[in-house]
């Protein structure tokens, strides 16, 4: 029989009347003939509660506990919708990620999939189960620990199954209907795109549109994964969403297709380092080394051989850049007058495909910020994407002046 995946997040599965709701859309789908696999998220705020616990108890935490337990706000919801599916009389059981086994490296929290072996699952299919209901966000590592796959890993688990069950589709249920041309909650004007392509949901994922996990899109274009996002609200259940397919699927498009931003970004600057063959990769190789994700670099103008290099990275980063880079100095590796942090900045990206062949976006993008007072602290582009950063407290205004300036509550 043909396989579908279906995923709920958080809040689609956030009380027990939520997941059987849930339970009815896939139990529609079972009616089609589907085998359905459903990946589930903890219920909405159990994550960030358990999240806390860790914290509270072990500052400085073993990582494998922290995965031990933060891993298990899935498990109480696989059980749960397993349940609710029998409670229809849909065949059903839940599965932990270790019983699958899906498998992942033991990068702790951040784990990678590297298999997912179907033949458990399979065997269970061809006996007359109709619904593996599967925990998302956690595999286990060779060494047999329980492993997560990184804040919003259950968009992953889904497609990772997708690709490996060849399933029809990959339907990912949110809170929102759709991508938008940016996030809903704040900018009124976001519109709903019928489709988007693979790379750019993949940039604005990375640069902060939470809607989809990065490396869910980064599988699902490699394995070529039918990718939908839509409401598990809606009462219809065949609305259609967001499609996430490839450049060639896509008739028309805006030159900019989104505007994405990322509030926890933090701003360091090492005032007056030696401006020296060999600087930048003895500033960057410790931090890399650290495990600090190092995003924008800008190096200013040297005067008498000093220069200022500033670069951005996580908030929560900030901590381990500043002892990386320390360390480095005590060891005479690099030599700086100060190290200021700026935590109280954000990113605001413009996003599109269609810059590869327009120019003047990056200028627009300026004067619109400008127009309206915002100073840009940083910058940075590829090919299809100009990123600034800028005071946290315009961020809400800079994404609603680009979403205007590029037109993009109006289809092409
Ligand atoms: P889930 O719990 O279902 O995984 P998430 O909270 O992780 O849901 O992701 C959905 C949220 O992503 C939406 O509520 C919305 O606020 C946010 N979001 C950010 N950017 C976008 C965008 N471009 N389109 C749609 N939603 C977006
Ligand atoms: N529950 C996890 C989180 O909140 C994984 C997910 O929902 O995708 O990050
Ligand atoms: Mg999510």
Redesign the pocket.
């Known amino acids: 029989m043909p396989v579908l995946v279906m995923k709920f997040?958080?809040t689609s599965v956030a009380t027990l009347d939520r997941i059987r709701r849930a339970a009815k859309r896939v139990g529609v789908e079972v009616a089609k003939g589907y085998d359905v696999i459903v990946i589930v998220?903890?219920m909405?705020g159990?994550?960030?509660k358990l999240v806390g616990y860790v914290g509270e108890t072990s500052p400085l935490y073993d990582a494998r506990e922290y995965d031990a337990v933060?891993s298990s706000?899935?498990n109480v919801t696989a059980g749960l919708m397993a349940l609710t599916l029998q409670e229809m009389d849909v065949p059903a059981r839940s599965w932990q990620g270790w019983q699958v086994p899906v498998q992942t490296t033991s990068a702790h929290s951040a784990a990678r999939i590297e298999d997912i072996p179907t033949d458990n699952i399979n065997v269970k299919f061809a006996e007359g189960m109709r619904v593996a209901v599967v925990a998302?966000?956690q595999g286990v590592s060779p060494e047999g620990r329980i492993t997560?796959?990184?804040?919003?890993?259950?968009?992953?688990?889904a497609v990772a199954f997708a690709a490996a069950f060849d399933a029809e589709r990959c339907d990912i249920y949110t809170d929102v209907d759709g991508v938008y041309t940016t996030d809903p909650r704040i900018a009124d004007k976001a519109r709903k795109l019928d489709r988007i392509a693979f790379e750019e949901m993949l940039e604005l994922a990375s640069l902060g549109a939470k809607v989809l996990?990065t490396r869910s899109v980064e599988l699902a274009m490699r394995y070529n994964v039918k990718l939908r996002v839509l409401s598990s609200f809606e009462e219809q259940s065949d609305a259609a969403g967001t499609l996430v397919c490839s450049e060639e699927e896509i008739m028309e498009s805006n030159v900019v297709s989104g505007i994405a931003y990322s509030r926890d970004e933090a701003k360091m600057t090492l005032i007056s380092v030696a401006d020296r063959p060999g600087i930048a990769a003895a500033i960057f190789g410790p931090l890399s080394e650290a495990g600090v994700n190092v995003d924008m670099i800008v190096q200013n103008i040297s005067e008498e051989g000093r220069t200022d290099m500033t670069f951005s990275c996580p908030t929560d980063q900030v901590l381990r850049a500043e002892k990386a880079l320390a360390a480095a100095k005590e060891r005479g590796d690099i030599n700086y007058h100060d190290l200021v942090a700026d935590t109280n900045v954000a990113k605001v990206s413009a996003v599109g495909i269609g810059m590869r062949s327009q120019s003047g976006v990056a200028a627009k993008m300026f004067k619109t910020l400008s127009d309206d007072g915002v100073n840009i602290k940083v910058i940075a582009t590829s090919e299809i994407k100009i990123s600034v950063l800028i005071d946290r407290k315009y961020m809400e205004l800079a994404v609603q002046a680009l979403h205007d300036a590029f037109e993009l509550d109006k289809t092409a």
């Open positions: 997040g958080g998220s903890a909405s159990e994550t960030n933060v706000g899935e998302g966000f997560t796959l990184g804040r919003g890993g259950s968009d992953t688990t996990q």
